[in-house]
């Protein structure tokens, strides 16, 4: 297959939704040649839209130009859960679009990111259960999810 796969890459939803690292690395570590290669395996693998979570508008341009939807919804570290449905509603429009395979990315995939992909599932009605939505965000992404994270995830009521 051709272009290099991003770091961290892990479908949540097969098909549907993903998360990875910035495409292209971050910091003083992101290169535009990487970038270029990512967004050609994303392509590849069927991503058509990039949801970033970081504060402006890096590479959307780039994005744009290789012919992937963009969406941002700039996050901080210590999200407030009360901010997380607003998150929600993004991705949730960003997936509306038929046929959408969305490619989520921070800088890194931490438990912030984490937690709110497994508050999305509870949020989409996917999972009911927010322990069963931590148990499976946690088998998904292969990282155990703190207290940062699983505050993220809504209690249904």
Same mark, same amino acid.
């Given at each position: 297959?051709?272009?290099?796969?991003?770091?961290?890459?892990?479908?949540?939803?097969?098909?549907?939704?993903?998360?990875?690292?910035?495409?292209? +690395? #971050?910091?003083?570590? $992101?290169?535009?040649?990487?970038?270029?290669?990512?967004?050609?395996?994303?392509?590849?693998?069927?991503?058509?839209?990039?949801?970033?979570?970081?504060?402006?508008?890096?590479?959307?341009?780039?994005?744009?130009?290789?012919?992937?939807?963009?969406?941002?919804?700039?996050?901080? *570290?210590?999200? =407030? *859960?009360?901010?997380?449905?607003?998150?929600?509603?993004?991705? =949730?429009?960003?997936?509306?679009?038929?046929?959408?395979?969305?490619?989520? $990315?921070?800088?890194?995939?931490? =438990?912030?990111?984490?937690?709110?992909?497994?508050?999305?599932?509870? #949020?989409?009605?996917?999972?009911? =259960?927010?322990?069963?939505?931590?148990?499976?965000?946690?088998?998904?992404? +292969?990282? *155990?999810?703190?207290?940062?994270?699983?505050?993220?995830?809504?209690? *249904?009521?």
């Amino acid at each position: 297959m051709a272009g290099l796969e991003p770091k961290g890459f892990t479908w949540v939803i097969t098909g549907r939704l993903a998360v990875s690292e910035r495409i292209g +690395g #971050y910091g003083f570590q $992101h290169r535009r040649v990487r970038r270029e290669e990512e967004v050609v395996w994303l392509l590849a693998e069927g991503v058509n839209t990039v949801f970033s979570l970081l504060p402006g508008n890096q590479n959307q341009a780039a994005y744009e130009a290789a012919g992937l939807r963009y969406f941002n919804h700039p996050i901080v *570290p210590d999200l =407030d *859960p009360a901010e997380a449905p607003g998150v929600f509603a993004d991705l =949730d429009e960003a997936l509306s679009r038929r046929g959408a395979c969305v490619l989520v $990315h921070h800088d890194h995939i931490d =438990d912030t990111v984490v937690g709110l992909l497994g508050g999305y599932l509870v #949020y989409a009605g996917l999972i009911k =259960d927010p322990v069963m939505a931590t148990s499976i965000i946690q088998e998904i992404t +292969g990282r *155990p999810l703190g207290p940062e994270g699983r505050r993220l995830i809504p209690v *249904p009521g």
